[in-house]
C-alpha cells in the first residue's frame, strides 16, 4: 500500500508542477477556436492524425519556423485538448530497404 500512496504523491505533483506551464492556459477548447489558435499564433500545421478510439481523434500539430510541436486529443464532442507539447521535432521518412 506503501507503495501505491507513493506513486499517487508522485503523479500529483507532476500534476501540478504541469499546471504552471504554459500549456495550462490552452489545456482544452471548442476545436476550432483550438485550431485558429495553432495555426495563427503559433504558426502550427496539422501534419498527422489517426483514431485512437470510437470517439477519439490525436493530432499531432508542428510549427516548422520554431520546430514546437503539439499533440492535440479531439473528441466527437468538438472538443479539442493539448495533451503534450515540446521541441526539437524530427520528421522521419519510412526507409526503403531490402526485406
Do not use: H
Not at 45 to 61: F, Q
Amino acid at each position: 500500500m506503501k507503495c501505491t500512496n507513493l506513486s499517487i504523491a508522485f503523479v500529483l505533483s507532476i500534476v501540478a508542477a504541469q499546471a504552471n506551464a504554459k500549456i495550462a492556459d490552452v489545456l482544452c477548447e471548442d476545436r476550432a477556436d483550438l485550431r485558429l489558435k495553432l495555426e495563427r499564433q503559433f504558426g502550427a500545421e496539422m501534419t498527422g492524425r489517426g483514431i485512437r478510439g470510437p470517439d477519439t481523434v490525436l493530432e499531432i500539430w508542428f510549427a516548422p519556423g520554431s520546430e514546437e510541436w503539439t499533440l492535440v486529443q479531439t473528441y466527437s464532442s468538438g472538443t479539442s485538448c493539448i495533451v503534450a507539447m515540446g521541441t526539437d521535432w524530427e520528421s522521419f521518412s519510412p526507409e526503403t530497404g531490402e526485406s
